[in-house]
Structure formats: structure tokens, C-alpha cells
């Protein structure tokens, strides 16, 4: 019953919450004559097929949560619905996960602390992006890991890869886990062989659009961490391969798998400058984490949330959206704002906490993915 409310109102929230400027890019990018449209395209017919008339795209990019039109709160929904369907099916991927490690009770818990998550339904169905398919994918690869399906996993992990380059992270993590568990060479070298040939088409979609997409921000991929500027190998990238040399050299306990994969995406996180998006990656691990290996985090999860979207909130100006209103639905672009408004925009407009708070609050959340990732490594020596 409590899936099913959280279902209802996320649905709801779908219809009339405003498109955010990652949708608008997203729209940008399908209109374009030369973007390059990759496997996440699949995931959103309607605007593909709306893309031709930039009259009523413009005015659903626009269009608040006060507009009664019909239409538009239809492709509002259109637009969110299969990402909510991929949101549900997490939920029942980690149901099964948490019960394969743990008991039913771990997996039921595992899946509601996803689904019942606010950040993963602000990262998901309202900001809109494509992250949601990837995520699914390495989800349902351990589930077919755990489920001895080990070319099934290699294959969703490589179909992960293709749609965004974070799964490939997890490589080295899941190569080590094989290696404690008993799997053949051949086992792994196909799983090796398989991700690569996602991180090919990865790189086939995103080279047409020259470096774009490998060293800026896009709703619809990640600057690639081991790329700086067009060439060198940056500093993210030497962290990434220095801490899979320690994983590697002193995962004693390399049979507990969230404790391989957690970490890679904390230290990734830690070293480079995630979008708020890039959050729900880790999300389902964390999850599983608490749920299964050690709910004493519980507490630095919610610390964990609470900082990443305080950050957030700065960051993008309390959530604004092309509309003028937040994705909290309440008004900032008008003239005429409603004194709860002008309180925040004052807020934003302040020096004193832009200047000094807001480094403080970023700082913060980059310590907490080290904590993190630092507590649940110890579990590599016991």
C-alpha cells in the first residue's frame, strides 16, 4: 500500500511539476540537426515526436504549475512516466538483491528506502534525464550476478556502459568479487570483453558531437574522467586507478560485494565534480547497504542526503526551472512573488552565503563521500 501511495503521488507530481533546463537541453539536443542521439532517445517518444512543432515544445518548456492546459500536462507526463516505470523497476530489482544477500524483510527495506527517497524522485522523474535506464541496468547485472547468470550480468552491465560511462566504474570492483567467488577465467574475461564493447558505443555516440560530451557537462552523458581538456590523463582518473590498485591489494573480504561497489562511486564522487543527478547512482547501494550490511550508516545517509540537497538547492538557484517556478512549484522569475519567494531570493541574492555557507555545505558533502566510503572499506580487513 505504501508503494502504491508513493506511486500515486509520483505520477501526480509528473503531470504538473515544470520541465527543468535538463529537459530543455534534452529538447535542444533532439531538435538539433547535428546532435548526436544516443540509446537514451528510447526513453522519451514524446519528445521526439513533438520535437517538429518547437510552438508547443516552447510552450510546455514554459509552462508553470498553475496552467490548467491539458495537453501540456500530458506531455509533462509522457515525458516522466517511463522514467517512473524504470524508478519502480529498481524497486523490485532491489527487492530481489537485498533478498538473494540478506532476508525478503532486507530487500523490501532495500527497495523502500529507494523508492521512498525524495532525491530519487527529484533526480529521476522531475529533473527527467536518462541516468534512471543506466542505473537499472547495473542493478539488474548484480541481480544476475548473485543469480550465477554470469554472461546475463556482463551483458546488462555493457548495455549500462552504452547509455552512460558510470557502470564501467564498477568493473574492477565486480572482476574481483568473480575472483574471490570461484569464476572461471573465461567467465571474466568475457565479462571484461562485454563491458568494453558498451564503453565502444558509448564512445560511437558521443565522438560525433567532437569533445562535448567527453569533457563538458551533458543531461545525457558524463565528462569523462580520464580525459583533461582533449589529451592528458587528469587527476580524477589517477585517484580512480590508485584506489583500485588498494581495493585489489587489500579487499580481504572480497565476497561482501556492496563493500567493492559502493566505494568505487564514493571515491568517484569525492574526486571529481558530480551534477546532483550523478547522486542516484550510489543510491540503490546505499540502500542495500543499509539495509543489509550495517544499519548503523543509517545516520550518515540521512547526513549524506540532507547535505547533497541543501548543495542542490544553491546550486541550481532552488531548483529553477525555464517556467520561472522552482521544481518545488513555487514562483522565482515573476514580478509580482509571494513573500515566502522573495525570502529566497533574497537568500540566493546574499553574499555572506553564497561567499562563505554554500563552500562550507559543498565541502562538506565531499567529506561525507570520503567517510562513507572509508566506513565501508574497513569491512575489506575484517
Known amino acids: 500500500m505504501l508503494v502504491t501511495l508513493i506511486s500515486g503521488a509520483k505520477i501526480v507530481l509528473s503531470g504538473i511539476v515544470p520541465a527543468s533546463f535538463d529537459l530543455r537541453e534534452i529538447v535542444t539536443l533532439i531538435q538539433s540537426a547535428h546532435a548526436s542521439l544516443g540509446p537514451w532517445i528510447s526513453l522519451y517518444?514524446?519528445?521526439y515526436n513533438h520535437a517538429s512543432?518547437?510552438?508547443v515544445t516552447e510552450q510546455w518548456l514554459l509552462n508553470g504549475p498553475g496552467n490548467s492546459d491539458l495537453t501540456l500536462q500530458?506531455?509533462?507526463?509522457?515525458?516522466r512516466l517511463p522514467l517512473f516505470f524504470l524508478d519502480l523497476a529498481i524497486l523490485l530489482a532491489l527487492c530481489y538483491v537485498g533478498r538473494s544477500l540478506?532476508?525478503?524483510t532486507s530487500g523490501r527495506l532495500a527497495g523502500l528506502i529507494w523508492f521512498a527517497n525524495p532525491y530519487s524522485l527529484f533526480g529521476i522523474e522531475l529533473l527527467g534525464v536518462p541516468d534512471v535506464l543506466a542505473v537499472f541496468l547495473f542493478v539488474a547485472s548484480i541481480a544476475m550476478l548473485l543469480?550465477?547468470?554470469a554472461i546475463l550480468s556482463s551483458v546488462l552491465l555493457a548495455l549500462g556502459v552504452w547509455v552512460k560511462f558510470f557502470p564501467i566504474l564498477l568493473l574492477p570492483a565486480l572482476l574481483l568479487y568473480q575472483a574471490k567467488s570461484n569464476a572461471s577465467r573465461r567467465t571474466m574475461i568475457i565479462t571484461t570483453l562485454l563491458t568494453f564493447v558498451g564503453l565502444a558505443g558509448y564512445l560511437q555516440w558521443t565522438?560525433?558531437?567532437s569533445h562535448l560530451f567527453l569533457t563538458a557537462y551533458s543531461p545525457v552523458a558524463q565528462p569523462f574522467p580520464f580525459i583533461a581538456g582533449e589529451v592528458a590523463i587528469n587527476g580524477s582518473a589517477f585517484v580512480l586507478i590508485l584506489f583500485y590498485c588498494l581495493m585489489i591489494s587489500f579487499a580481504k573480504n572480497a565476497r561482501n560485494l556492496i563493500a567493492l561497489l559502493l566505494p568505487s562511486l564514493l571515491v568517484y564522487y569525492a574526486v571529481s565534480n558530480p551534477a546532483p543527478q550523478y547522486l542516484v547512482w550510489a543510491a540503490p547501494l546505499?540502500?542495500?547497504d543499509v539495509a543489509i550490511v550495517n544499519r548503523s550508516r543509517s545516520a550518515l545517509l540521512a547526513i549524506f542526503y540532507v547535505l547533497a540537497f541543501t548543495n542542490w538547492f544553491f546550486s541550481s538557484s532552488a531548483f529553477l526551472t525555464p517556467s520561472g517556478y522552482?521544481?518545488?512549484?513555487?514562483?522565482l522569475g515573476s514580478d509580482n512573488l509571494p513573500s515566502f519567494s522573495l525570502a529566497i531570493t533574497r537568500l540566493l541574492d546574499n553574499s555572506a552565503i553564497i561567499n562563505m555557507l554554500v563552500p562550507l555545505i559543498s565541502s562538506a558533502l565531499y567529506a561525507c563521500f570520503l567517510a562513507y566510503a572509508i566506513d565501508v572499506a574497513r569491512t575489506w580487513f575484517q
Not at 74 to 79: H, K, M, N, P, R
Not at 326 to 331: E, G, N, T
Open 74 to 79: 500530458l506531455i509533462s507526463l509522457s515525458v
Open 326 to 331: 522552482s521544481l518545488l512549484m513555487f514562483p
Open 286 to 288: 546505499m540502500a542495500l
Open 147 to 149: 543469480h550465477k547468470r
Open 53 to 55: 512543432n518547437a510552438t
Open 207 to 209: 565522438f560525433p558531437s
Open 45 to 47: 517518444p514524446s519528445l
Open 102 to 104: 540478506g532476508s525478503v
